[in-house]
């Protein structure tokens, strides 16, 4: 059994700790004791990872991925549903992870390889390469060869590309699966809080990491190479990829021990209201009869379910009464996925069409089986049975005759229904990759689900009724306390620049 204890008492740290306005927070973590094993600072760093990500990362994430809107009721979010960021919008979630993942990743790498446990070296080196991607893909350019040596002077980190992160992260990534696995003691796998101390999920989750930073890069054109041989070689190894969740699932209906999104929207601001049904997404669901709908969220005063149009928190309740709306599901004790069984299926279907499409062997892929997979795994998440979806004549039947850019988009719509609530910004960043699901910024928010646009395609992006840019948001900005702090901080640019990899036409 996983220790509830450990992480409880975790998170009581992490979720309640303030932040100083000052990057030495970057490089000594006020938390941080010296005599932790390695399994104990990876095990704090996870919980970290999870506290920042899935928290208010993951709700930006799930308003601008068109699943949640901010109620008319309330202004909470308003500044995220309308694309108002700033650089102060994210300054403690940015100093929290380098503070304390990043800099607890490091520690335990350390200690581990100088004991030569190269267990749990490649669980942190891993954990460590997720949580690095993220964080070039929400700004680009990060701190990342001198991020985190406070401790050896370097207290002003130079930014690093978003390429050269990618290129690093690989070679540390196949550099720890190079040493010998050692088997862990009870006590350290009781430390592993995703997967129990089974090395063989460790292995698979490594695979699959590397296969989205190998599918992030598909457009990039001087990357065509490198992506092709490593899905090549990622296809032809014997442990295969995650077939269960990668998840954090050790909460509690406690305060500062739940689930970092309902924690910060739900026990931190004392009300379960904030956010409601977009539009977007429920008039999808609607149009498709899908079943997560009542899953997704709880039906309003009415007794049914109707949504507010994206963006459309300012219109007066004596014009809609907030009360009717339906309002975002989310428990205290919801997982935070870090890669969910679902999207492992998507990733290896959109690899496995994509090279189809190429003409590339990839062994034992099938994109059809792959696909069905995943959207299975995305209903069962609930209990629920996808077959009648996904049948031949189903609503979302893999288009096995079509071209890659039909399966793409099959893929990538279906993704973004299985991280509803979860993987917001995961799903982001896969929108600002592929497209899918398609904008249609000449359109305004619908004001409710019960009167839809004419001229509105079920299951495309709208822009926000207050949106203050035109397009939709590609990046974040560096946040204020290292404008302030460290001199080789970048200069800003705006958020509707692409970063390096979102070069699709």
């Known amino acids: 059994m996983k220790n509830i204890f450990k992480i409880s008492l975790l998170f009581l740290t992490i979720l309640t700790a303030s932040c100083s306005k000052d990057w030495l927070d970057v490089n000594t973590n006020p938390n941080y004791a010296t005599s932790d094993t390695p399994e104990m600072a990876f095990t704090s760093a996870v919980g970290s990872t999870a506290s920042v990500i899935g928290g208010q990362y993951n709700i930006m994430g799930c308003i601008w991925c068109q699943y949640w809107t901010q109620s008319n009721a309330a202004n909470q979010y308003k ?30 790498e350390e200690n581990a390889a100088a004991s030569n446990n190269w267990s749990i070296y490649l669980m942190s080196t891993l954990m460590e390469a997720y949580t690095y991607q993220m964080m070039a893909d929400l700004y680009d350019q990060i701190p990342y060869k001198e ?55 460790w292995l698979q989750f490594a695979n699959t990491l590397k296969l989205k930073i190998y599918l992030r890069q598909l457009y990039v054109t001087n990357r065509k190479t490198i992506v092709e041989n490593g899905i090549k070689a990622l296809f032809q190894d014997p442990n295969g990829f995650l077939d269960s969740d990668a998840a954090l699932t050790q909460f509690s209906d406690e305060a500062s021990k739940s689930n970092p999104t309902y924690e910060d929207n739900v026990r931190q601001l004392n009300v379960a209201t904030n956010l409601r049904a977009s539009s977007t997404l429920l008039f999808y669901l609607d149009s498709t009869k899908d079943t997560r709908l009542t899953y997704f969220f709880s039906p309003g005063s009415k007794g049914d379910y109707r949504a507010l149009g994206q963006g459309d928190y300012a219109v007066a309740s004596s014009i809609i009464d907030p009360t009717i709306i339906s309002t975002a599901n989310m428990s205290a004790t919801d997982p935070v996925y870090f890669i969910s069984k679902a999207e492992s299926y998507f990733l290896q279907a959109e690899a496995a069409a994509y090279g189809k499409e190429m003409g590339w062997n990839l062994q034992g892929a099938d994109d059809q089986k792959a696909y069905e997979a995943g959207v299975a795994a995305a209903f069962d998440k609930y209990g629920l049975d996808a077959t009648s979806f996904i049948t031949t004549g189903g609503v979302y039947e893999y288009p096995s005759a079509g071209n890659f850019e039909a399966k793409q988009k099959a893929i990538i719509t279906q993704k973004w229904l299985s991280m509803v609530g979860s993987e917001g910004m995961e799903m982001v960043f896969e929108h600002n990759r592929t497209h899918y699901p398609a904008e249609n910024f000449n359109v305004y928010s619908m004001v409710q689900h019960t009167n839809q646009n004419p001229v509105y395609v079920a299951g495309t992006f709208v822009k926000p009724a207050s949106a203050v840019i035109n397009s939709f948001p590609q990046r974040l900005l560096f946040p204020q306390y290292e404008h302030e702090r460290n001199p080789n901080c970048p200069a800003d640019v705006p958020i509707t620049t692409k970063v390096w990899w979102a070069t699709k036409p």
């Not at 549903?81 to 520690?107: E, P, V, W």
């Open 79 to 108: 500044d995220i549903d309308r694309y108002n960021m700033t650089d102060a919008s994210f300054n403690n979630q940015f100093t929290r992870i380098y503070s304390g993942a990043l800099k607890d990743y490091k520690y335990a």
């Open 147 to 201: 991020a985190c040596l406070g401790d050896s002077g370097i207290l002003h980190p130079h930014y690093d590309k978003g390429q050269a992160v990618y290129d690093d992260l690989i070679l540390k990534i196949n550099n720890a699966l190079a040493k010998p696995l050692n088997k862990l003691s009870s006590t350290q796998a009781a430390q592993d809080l995703l997967f129990d101390g089974k090395m063989t999920k």
